[in-house]
């Protein structure tokens, strides 16, 4: 029997991806999934959907402050995001690549996501990242070398554009059985997939998906005397 494979994209940015992430290996181990990690640039992710992040938005980043709180507190969790945020992810995503991290990836991730987003540390020095790395006992002494590498820098490149190309826009995403979900939320309907039972009828959606747009948005805006 064939195994399933489930993607899990993700960016050091985003609480939403730590809080998937504590979750992502039960769930591969209760289906038998092969879990592979895909480490992205949410920046670009933002840029090319032409959004703005969550702590780009005033009011959307004291939610995500309380919510988080609350998240951790219902979870059993202790809840310290990064000492700065938002920060250059790019030292702790190429270090999460499989070329630079190889078996310990798994590894590398937990490890840097438990740092930042439960013991408050910096997660943009690459120097205190490989503090963090040898604090969990993991070899890391060629790491700071390799992510100033040009073929590690285009590796990062190149899975952000694939993500992209995958209709990925957000983080976390997980991608398993050619289905698209996003966000650390999604864990039920992933379970109502894996297990058969998904309710989306294509034809229904497919009709849903296929209604025209009765006004766009900067119309409304650009309407002189508008109630809104």
Known sequence: MKTTTLHFYFDYLSPFAYFAWRRIGTLCE???LELKAHPVVFGKLLDHWGQLGPA??????????????RYASLNGFNYDPPKFHPFNPLAALRMSLPDVS??????????????????????????????VLRRAEVDC???VEKIAEP????ALITETSSAIEKGVFGIPTIIV??????????????????EGK????????????????????KIITGIKGSDS
């Open 30 to 32: 209760k289906y038998e």
């Open 56 to 69: 780009e938005i005033a009011p959307k980043r004291q939610w995500v402050a309380r919510y988080c709180q």
């Open 102 to 131: 190889g078996s310990n990836q798994f590894r590398v991730i937990q490890s840097l996501f438990d740092a930042g987003w439960t013991e408050g540390e910096d997660l943009g020095d690459a120097n205190n990242l490989i503090a």
């Open 141 to 143: 002494e060629s790491y």
């Open 151 to 154: 073929r590690i820098k285009q």
């Open 177 to 194: 059985k050619d289905q698209l979900f996003w966000g650390n939320d999604q864990f039920q309907h992933i379970e109502l997939l894996l």
């Open 198 to 217: 998904d309710p989306i009828q294509n034809e229904k959606l497919k009709k849903i998906e296929s209604r025209a747009r009765g006004i766009d948005r």
